[in-house]
């Protein structure tokens, strides 16, 4: 990897890791922002929804709009208008003001997942240094959304909400500037922006969308589980926010570890990985609503990371593979089918945390991953000839 090269991953890395946790930090503040706006947290919890929602709609849109106007352009203007809005999210004085804040800055962050990760695809030839580079930058996101939890919380703590929004949008300024300078921008790869076009073409593709509706599984699990995982080990072991923050960090240190090495794991293990990353969730995962304990849960948080990371990451690999001058919708796909798995999975606990309890939430998101293991397994089996494929 070329100096310069290695300068692209690490900002697109670090940028990931506060526009994830720029989300994510928001849990541990609405009780603040609820007293200081005279507002309940159900309604409190509006910007969190204001947020999540045109970012999941949006980033249908930007992965096109990187294949036509190049990747690097929109990254760097998406970067920086992300982190001008969480500054902004700072001086609201209202919940409306918030939440409208909050809905634009989730505009802007809906163009940097997609399309970095599209980005990072181009930079490789070499499939092993690709997948590396995906998965370290993955992993870096989702340290970030690991993280929030005790950075938003230890923030709020020493000064308000408003210090927590000012600081994610300072550090994303920072590298947003950066990005300017190492970023290597190049024109784009399709000719017009025709979304309907760019579409039809990933729909056309036999194996693309059997592919990318396999992130679905993977969010269900993570995404709809880890949600409630805070408030879980708050319950069960009495600490505060600022503390199990700190506890989950190791998921996201366990998949920011594993991102980097999934490529060589993958060149030792083949198609096995997957299947194997999937038998090392549910075997973890399942058993942690019935609380073993404390020092129970650092090891398998760390086991499951490093699952998901390596089912997550051959997922998008295998994903880009098959539209390469189109990466940018390609992830759009995957990141349309990864969050709207994690806002069913989130739904769908609800429901289940009610009648069940959280025993039903894990056992379930551990049922989900390996699952996805499973089947990402008999995808890349089928797509290098060695099994029968899907039924159509």
């Known amino acids: ?15 990931g890791f506060w526009a994830m946790g720029d989300n994510y930090a928001a849990s541990p503040m609405l009780v603040d922002i609820a007293r200081d706006f005279g507002i309940d947290i159900g309604t409190a919890a509006l910007s969190v929804a204001a947020y999540m929602l045109p970012f999941g709609l949006f980033t249908l849109l930007f992965g096109p709009l990187g ?24 001086l609201a004085f209202n919940i409306i003001s918030l ?37 370290s930058v993955m992993g870096m996101y989702f340290l970030g959304g690991a993280a929030a939890t005790a950075i938003g919380g230890g923030l709020s703590f020493i000064g308000s909400w408003r210090l927590v929004y000012l600081a994610y949008g300072v550090a994303e300024l920072i590298i947003a500037l950066l990005m300017f300078k190492y970023l290597i921008f190049a024109p784009g790869t399709a000719k017009t922006l025709g979304l309907r076009q760019a579409y039809a073409n990933a729909f056309s593709q036999p194996f693309l969308l059997k592919t990318v509706v396999l992130l679905f599984l ?10 409630y995982l805070g408030d879980f080990l708050v319950e069960m072991t009495g600490l505060n926010i600022f503390y199990v923050g700190l506890i989950m960090t190791p998921f996201g240190l366990a998949a920011y570890a594993g991102g980097q090495k999934a490529g060589d794991i993958r060149l030792k293990l083949g198609s096995n990985m997957t299947l194997l990353a ?9 058993p942690l609503g019935q609380w073993p304990g404390i020092y ?6 760390l086991a499951f990371g490093f699952a998901f990371v390596l089912i997550q990451s051959t997922v998008i690999f295998t994903a880009q593979q098959q539209l ?44 989900a991953i390996f699952v996805a293991g499973l089947l990402v397994h008999r995808l890349l089996l089928i797509l290098t000839g060695q099994a029968k494929a899907f039924p159509r």
């Open 1 to 15: 990897m070329q100096p310069r090269t290695k300068h692209v991953v690490l900002l697109l890395g670090l940028m």
């Open 67 to 90: 294949d036509r106007y190049g990747k690097a352009r929109v990254i760097s203007i998406a970067a920086f208008g992300t982190a001008v809005f969480s500054c902004l999210g700072a």
């Open 278 to 286: 999937g038998i090392l969730g549910l075997i973890t995962w399942a």
């Open 324 to 367: 390469p001058m189109q990466r940018g919708t390609v992830m759009s796909l995957a990141s349309f089918n990864m969050f709207v798995g994690g806002g069913c999975g989130v739904l769908i606990n609800k429901f289940l945390l009610i009648n069940w309890g959280y025993k039903s939430i894990f056992l379930i998101a551990a049922l």
């Open 218 to 227: 993977v969010g269900f699990a993570v995404f709809g589980s880890f949600t």
């Open 99 to 135: 939440a409208a804040i909050r809905a634009i800055n989730g505009i802007l962050a809906a163009a940097i997942l997609p399309v970095t990760m599209s980005y990072v695809g181009d930079l490789f030839e070499e499939p092993k240094k690709r997948l590396n580079a995906i998965g």
């Open 296 to 301: 129970y849960t650092l090891p398998i948080l």
